[in-house]
């Protein structure tokens, strides 16, 4: 006969590394949108420095513009879901710590907090800095720099 603790642990681990799973596809997902939007700010960039044939209105700027701003939009939006997925995915891993409580089983959320803790005191100088700065905030200074880019080749 199966054993239906042993059915809900299975089940909490299969949605805690679901979590995980789509954590890591957010992740990637807003690296790769953000890496296309710079190269083309990039490419539009060099375009700029043509003259346009014809004198045409130059919309080469303002296109750029509208590329920063999406940028952060996909990053603040693939980080709000990323985020989530990391506190369902706690959440599992305190579930399933709650399963074993009372046994002679170490409780797996206090072993991570206690190597989290143990971690951040080890860090010390510029380490301890960084470890601070969350990448959103350099992925949306990135897109920010492409929006000032595109207003000085607007204005």
Same mark, same amino acid.
């Given at each position: 006969?199966?054993? +239906?603790i042993?059915?809900?642990l299975?089940l909490?681990?299969?949605?805690?590394?679901?979590?995980?799973d789509l %954590?890591?596809?957010?992740?990637?997902? =807003?690296?790769?949108?953000? /890496?296309i *939007?710079l190269?083309?700010s990039?490419a539009l960039?060099? %375009?700029s #420095?043509? !003259?346009? +044939? @014809?004198?045409e +209105?130059?919309? *080469?700027? +303002? %296109? *750029?513009?509208?590329?920063?701003?999406?940028g952060i939009?996909f990053?603040?939006k693939?980080t709000?879901l990323? @985020?989530? &997925?990391?506190?369902?995915?706690?959440?599992? =891993?305190r579930e399933?710590?709650?399963m074993?409580q009372g /046994?002679?089983?170490?409780? $797996?959320?206090?072993?991570?907090?206690?190597?989290?803790?143990?971690n951040?005191? =080890?860090?010390?100088?510029? !380490?301890?800095?960084?470890s #601070?700065? /969350?990448? &959103?905030?350099?992925?949306?200074a990135l897109?920010?720099s492409v929006i %000032?880019?595109?207003?000085? $080749?607007?204005f």
């Open positions: 006969m199966d054993d +239906p042993a059915k809900h299975d909490m681990r299969m949605f805690m590394n679901e979590q995980i %954590l890591k596809h957010y992740e990637e997902s =807003r690296t790769k949108i953000s /890496q *939007i190269a083309l990039a960039v060099g %375009l #420095r043509f !003259s346009l +044939p @014809n004198g +209105p130059d919309t *080469i700027g +303002p %296109l *750029i513009i509208v590329l920063g701003l999406a939009v990053s603040l693939y709000s990323a @985020n989530h &997925r990391t506190n369902m995915a706690r959440a599992f =891993r399933i710590a709650e074993f /046994q002679d089983f170490a409780d $797996i959320d206090a072993v991570y907090r206690k190597f989290a803790k143990e951040r005191a =080890r860090l010390t100088g510029i !380490s301890k800095l960084i #601070r700065i /969350q990448v &959103r905030w350099c992925w949306i897109h920010a %000032l880019i595109g207003l000085n $080749i607007t």
